[in-house]
């Protein structure tokens, strides 16, 4: 049988990939794309993920053999480490670094260092010494202690010096035994023993219950719930009712308790149906043209002034991608941003739409990631990381705020700029691009003008609103005239008052913070 080789990416800054001989029984379910378990190192066990397969042994060296596939299905699809490929060349960084980046820290397994008995040792408990058979007796309880484990038993932050004397003694032996991080959400659920189904038996069982007032309560509760199982936390957190009631309940055998797994992310209320709006004119037009240029380019720039609607344009984009069977991306500059814009998509495109960023528990990444590969989400908005999500089918990418520095990446590599991968990834996926902005970027705004990207413009604000008024005040004029009060001008002080006179409200934006390089004195300018 002809060997079977993976080249596997390592999640370390190591440069290249590393090849590992793949074992007869895992030759059927290996396949690119899928996690597996390799030993890199003299002891190390990381979790990698294949990136190619061959028959082309390794020139400088004796491959070893890979010790365990993970995964049924692949976590990664061939594009997106294409895509990797692409960053850590043009970034000039490892491909660990930029699978670090990609992953969620919950898909990569890390390994433990684990102390047994050495099934050789002949026994003698004199030769040890007091902490060393503190050591033996725990293990002969336990079985296998771990670094921690073991730091806590002796009370020492260093015990490497201990095990290595317990191992040349043969006393142990070490080895690495591999830690899942994503952990599954489990809650507790209640639901009704099938006996006390019936409501004779039911009837029965509250009468009998009036002496116990907890306990006939906490019943009570549950059933004014109106649902065959409900969370535990339900009864004790919001309606009062006794953790110990409960508890008497399921010994009794009234109620049954069963933990099950939830997943964690917080929804925003999905809506019967689509929220209904209409396009103005002009975000007509604008719509008409963007859909004309994609049909010459893959990229084009759409600059839009404040409140002329580009955010519509951009969902009704997402619908069509949408409708057609493809997956979009909304690419956000801030977090901050992202609040606001998800209640607004949610009532369009109820819970097809998923969010990803950086503020996400380890795990509640791990769960958008899967549900993203099971096409559970047909749309995604977020931050700058979003661009590594596993989208099997992407259609669309819609860049808002195109000009943010914040797309780009500075500390740790992949120092990327998000804009411009989205660019490149979407070359290679066969998606468009829409970059939105009010003011465009130095760079988009050339490459639409030497006609590389398509340019729409969208100059008139939705519902005919018209632009604030802007005065611009000269406060060397101010100065001159004794017009300031401290650095304060007239003008803007009268304004305020005007203002806070009507009931309403004012917000003073500070464009300067930090120290001042110089100061002077406005009346003799020492």
Known sequence: MIPLFADVILPLPVPGTFTYLVPH????????????VVQFGAKKIYTALVSRLHNQPPELHKAKLLLEVLDEEPVVHPHNIEFWQWVAAYYMCTLGEVMNAGMP?????????????????DGDEKKLTDTQFIVVQALRVKNKLSIQALQKLVGKRTVQPLIKSLIENNVVYAFEKLRERYKP???????????????TVLKKTLEELQHAKRQHEALLAFLQAGEPEIRKSELTLKQGVSPAAIKQLVQKGILHEQKKEVERLWRYPAVAEEKEYTLSPAQEEALRDIKKHFNNHRVVLLQGITSSGKTQLYMELIKEAIASGKQALYLLPEIALTVQLVRRLREVFGNAIGVYHSKFSMNERVEIWNKLLRKEYKAVIGARSALFLPFGNLGLIVVDEEHDPSFKQFDPAPRYQARDAAIYFASQTGAKVLLGTGTPSMESYENARLGKYGYVKLSERYGGVPLPQIIMVNLREEVKKHRMKSIFSMTLLEEIKSTLAKKEQVILF?????????LSCYHCGW
């Open 185 to 199: 959400k489990m809650v507790s659920f209640l639901e009704l023993e099938h006996d006390y189904t019936d409501e």
């Open 25 to 36: 029984e895992c030759r059927e379910s290996i396949a690119i794309g899928k996690r597996v």
């Open 510 to 518: 500070q464009n300067r913070r930090g120290f001042a390089p110089y």
């Open 105 to 121: 820290q919950g898909l990569k397994l890390d390994s433990e260092t684990n102390i047994a008995l050495h099934p050789e040792w």
